[in-house]
């Protein structure tokens, strides 16, 4: 198995999919969390490859880019499928989960994540919520846990949490099949 080590701050965010799935493979990995000064003295100091977190170093070669990090500990702890559609599937959840993240943070005013809520909740949790149901479930490909799980939880956990202000904690609670997953995900956590 190669060496990794996994630099991110001390919260879930990006990188927790990532951790979830070396743990859920039984991956060894240094879990590295770092605080924001910390983050500042790396970047400025070109330590970080395109300046951001979180990052991957897998024997001493340093990786970028949270869903490629996630698709390569997927790969190596089984939790990313080989069957082309099947990856398909996985990638269209884990890239909408992306996007509605980026939808998320994009106007952190009361205004701006109320429209969050009416418009961008619907259109990215719908459609999951449908490939959920359709798999049989309780995971996107049935019943073995991938990836795209993976970051689903972290997503209903960072709402849940209340890490985005303005939006209500029980939002997805209207997507039957996603809470029936990210509950499932919950209990391998």
Same mark, same amino acid.
């Given at each position: 198995?190669?060496?990794i080590?996994?630099?991110?701050?001390?919260g879930? /965010?990006?990188?927790?999919?990532?951790r979830?799935?070396?743990?859920? /493979?039984?991956?060894?990995?240094?879990?590295v969390?770092?605080k &924001?000064e910390e983050?500042? +003295?790396?970047?400025? *100091?070109g330590?970080?490859?395109? /300046?951001?977190?979180?990052?991957?170093?897998?024997? *001493?070669?340093?990786?970028?880019?949270?869903?490629?990090?996630?698709?390569?500990?997927?790969s190596?702890?089984?939790?990313?499928?080989?069957?082309?559609l099947?990856a398909?599937?996985v990638?269209?959840?884990? &890239?909408?989960?992306e996007?509605?993240?980026?939808?998320?943070?994009?106007?952190?005013?009361?205004? *701006?994540?109320? +429209?969050?809520?009416e418009e961008?909740?619907?259109?990215?949790? /719908?459609?999951?919520?449908?490939?959920?149901?359709?798999?049989?479930g309780?995971y996107?490909?049935?019943? +073995?846990v991938?990836?795209?799980?993976l970051?689903?939880?972290v997503?209903w956990?960072?709402?849940?949490? &209340?890490?985005?202000d303005?939006v209500?904690?029980?939002?997805l609670?209207q997507f039957?099949?996603?809470?029936?997953?990210v509950?499932?995900?919950?209990?391998?956590?």
């Amino acid at each position: 198995m190669p060496e990794i080590t996994v630099t991110y701050f001390d919260g879930r /965010g990006r990188a927790e999919p990532t951790r979830l799935a070396l743990v859920l /493979g039984g991956i060894d990995f240094k879990d590295v969390r770092i605080k &924001g000064e910390e983050f500042m +003295k790396m970047k400025q *100091g070109g330590e970080l490859m395109f /300046g951001s977190l979180p990052v991957m170093d897998v024997d *001493g070669v340093q990786y970028s880019q949270s869903d490629a990090m996630l698709r390569y500990a997927g790969s190596i702890a089984d939790l990313y499928p080989e069957d082309p559609l099947d990856a398909m599937k996985v990638d269209v959840v884990v &890239g909408a989960l992306e996007d509605m993240t980026i939808a998320a943070f994009a106007d952190n005013s009361p205004e *701006g994540r109320a +429209k969050f809520v009416e418009e961008a909740v619907l259109r990215y949790f /719908g459609p999951i919520d449908e490939m959920l149901k359709k798999s049989g479930g309780p995971y996107l490909l049935g019943s +073995k846990v991938s990836i795209a799980d993976l970051k689903l939880y972290v997503s209903w956990a960072i709402l849940k949490g &209340g890490a985005v202000d303005h939006v209500p904690t029980d939002v997805l609670d209207q997507f039957a099949y996603v809470m029936i997953c990210v509950k499932r995900v919950e209990a391998l956590d």
